[in-house]
């Protein structure tokens, strides 16, 4: 079965940096577009970036993370990672990932980044 697992986060402090990472497996990854989201207590989910399926060429960016946030791939370890520079308070949330399976979405169990001083 599709399955996502998420890694990478944790506390930091204003300024600094993470990298996730997102390890997919039941599908064939490299032929598909892969999605970070984020969510805070209370809010909707928010997409903040995507990556399309195998070289990854094209990557589209939410504005809250344009120029500070990096989406890639590497399809021969079945993993996406977000790297994450720059970070503000307001970037603290869970991170997930996602991908689209014939119509039906699946997700992972994501991972919390908290960023404060």
């Known amino acids: 079965q599709v399955q996502l697992v998420e890694s990478g986060g944790g506390s930091v402090q204003p300024g600094g940096s993470l990298r996730l990472s997102c390890i997919g497996s039941?599908?064939?990854?490299?032929?598909?577009?892969m999605y970070w989201y984020r969510q805070v207590p209370g809010k909707e989910r928010e997409q903040i970036a995507l990556?399309?399926?195998?070289?990854?060429?094209?990557?589209n960016y939410a504005a809250s993370v344009e120029g500070r946030f990096t989406i890639s791939r590497d399809n021969a370890k079945n993993t996406v990672y977000l790297q994450m520079d720059s970070l503000k308070p307001e970037d603290t949330a869970v991170y997930y990932c996602?991908?689209?399976?014939?119509?039906?979405?699946?997700w992972g169990r994501g991972t919390q980044v908290t960023v404060a001083s």
């Open positions: 039941g599908f064939t990854f490299y032929r598909h577009m």
């Open positions: 996602r991908t689209t399976q014939t119509g039906v979405e699946y």
């Open positions: 990556i399309s399926n195998a070289g990854g060429g094209y990557k």
